[in-house]
Every structure is written in structure tokens, then in C-alpha cells.
Nanobody, 119 residues
Framework: VQLVESGGGLVQAGGSLRLSCAAS????????MGWYRQAPGKQRELVAV????????DYADSVKGRFTISRDNAKNTMYLQMKSLKPEDTAVYYC?????????????WGQGTQVTVSS
């Protein structure tokens, strides 16, 4: 599985951005996909996750009500719609795919896309 993120950039506080993560390869075996972020000097943290099948989602408390994760299976693409952005949302955003292959878990990461929110 290969993942390519896009959509990052510079935005003012209160603004919006939509990130995309295009998946290719053996996408049929992906069990869940998620967005993570890593700010300078901080650990990478989970932002949101969407599971295959039922499409259930979970969000970090810090983004609930502002961010929406979605997935277009026909396009093999996952999105993160971000609204009401805050300076503390500034980070490199990564997409991740979890795959189950012959009963074993595998994880794949994209290269990351920078999101900068100015105050």
C-alpha cells in the first residue's frame, strides 16, 4: 500500500483546509485509515480514524466538532476536512493505513503534508 497526502498549506486562524490521502496498491485489505499529526518537539498524535466496513470514526478531543474524516472507496482516497483552525493545529499531518494480511497487521504511512495556521 502506498499513500500520498496533499492539501496542506498556510491558513489564518478560523480558516479551513481539506487534506487528501490517495491510496494505491492492495487497498482491498485495508482495515482502517487515519490521520496523525506531529508538531515540532512533540510526539505524533492521532487526529482521526475511519474503519472499513461500517465506516465508524473516532476523533481526538482537541478536534471534535471541527474536523471531519471521510473516505471515498471508489477513489481510494481519504479526506480530512478541517474547519475553525487554530494555531495549535499547526503540524505535519500524516495519513496511515492499517492492513490485515494473512492474519498479520501491517501499517503504512504517507510522507506527510505541512499545515500551518497563523494567528
Amino acid at each position: 500500500v502506498q499513500l500520498v497526502e496533499s492539501g496542506g498549506g498556510l491558513v489564518q486562524a478560523g480558516g479551513s483546509l481539506r487534506l487528501s490521502c490517495a491510496a494505491s496498491g492492495s487497498t482491498f485489505s485495508i482495515s482502517a485509515m487515519g490521520w496523525y499529526r506531529q508538531a515540532p518537539g512533540k510526539q505524533r498524535e492521532l487526529v482521526a480514524v475511519i474503519r472499513s466496513g461500517g465506516g465508524s470514526t473516532d476523533y481526538a478531543d482537541s478536534v471534535k466538532g471541527r474536523f471531519t474524516i471521510s473516505r471515498d472507496n471508489a477513489k481510494n482516497t481519504m479526506y480530512l476536512q478541517m474547519k475553525s483552525l487554530k494555531p495549535e493545529d499547526t503540524a505535519v499531518y500524516y495519513c496511515k493505513a492499517n492492513e490485515l494480511k494473512l492474519g498479520l497487521p501491517y501499517a503504512y504511512w504517507g510522507q506527510g503534508t505541512q499545515v500551518t495556521v497563523s494567528s
